[in-house]
DNA sequence: TGTTTATGTATAGGCCCCTATGTACATCGA
DNA sequence: TCGATGTACATAGGGGCCTATACATAAACA
């Protein structure tokens, strides 16, 4: 890709971490309305109907690390999204569950996430956006094929 | 996307975030052996020549905020990769350039970034790298227009 | 059952990215 | 030429992600 300039922008991996930022910014300032932010989104998907989950469990299901799931969950309880309690079956872990508050913002939440993935798609046909899709599917495969 | 159950990560915009954080744990697990980090690229490319650049042509040539990049510089400058000087047309700027070091690393560095997109396209023909390079330029011009 | 191994969390440290803000210097126009 | 406006950097503060490490508790097993 490019012979005489070098530009690693014009590179597809430039492009992800691009459409990546670009969309969390957007997701971010949108989400903030209803006291959201776009990493929640896996967190407040896995615990909508009132489920409770370890810390390990969430990071699973999130794709992130631990320590990043630790993170982020303090900085939910921080702001009221979520509690814990203890887990009886396990004295290493607590059970993680959405507050009220969280729970009621939950549908504006998930409507506005839907609302900007439709404009990240904008012009896009819906065959396209199935390719789009599958593309992604197959290249994620292979990026995560490749830190064995 | 997902009717019945509500689930984000089966979502464009988190493939789109898991691919990129992907790439960037492999690229810079990657460059380490030479002494780069993903980010870095951009600098790297833009000084390949012997160039020098303020601060601020590199944040908008790499695509990122001015303080973002005064930290990367801050960075990369610690490593002993850049060097500052001032800039005899303007006293509020300082001119950088990269380093002996950095400049000899080059191809090294621009290698592993050429094989670790080809290891990520891995099984896609030439047609559907290019069909996906297109559907990525038009989406990342999308979410661009999202943010005005 | 006692010891090893596995698992759930916590903590430390670092990179990369962003917004908001302040300061010094450049520039431009009255 | 001087004041208004613009531009280059620095700094502060925070989100989100990662690796490495240390504990405590569970589980498995010799």
Redesign the interface.
Known sequence: ?AESV????L?????????????????DKRLAAVGFA?AQ??V??AL?DGEKKSQTELAR???VEQPTMAQLIARMERDGLVQREPDPADRRSSLISLTQTAREQLPAG?EI??Q??V??????SDA??E???G??????A???A??G
Chains 1, 2 share one sequence.
């Open positions: 890709m070098w530009t690693p922008m590179t597809p991996g430039h492009y992800f971490t691009r459409i990546a930022r670009a969309l969390a910014r957007i997701g776009t989104l896996p407040l998907s909508r299901w999130a794709k998930r996430l839907r900007g993935n404009e990240a798609m904008r012009g896009l396209e956006v390719t789009l899709l593309l992604l599917k197959r290249v994620l292979n990026v995560e490749m830190e």
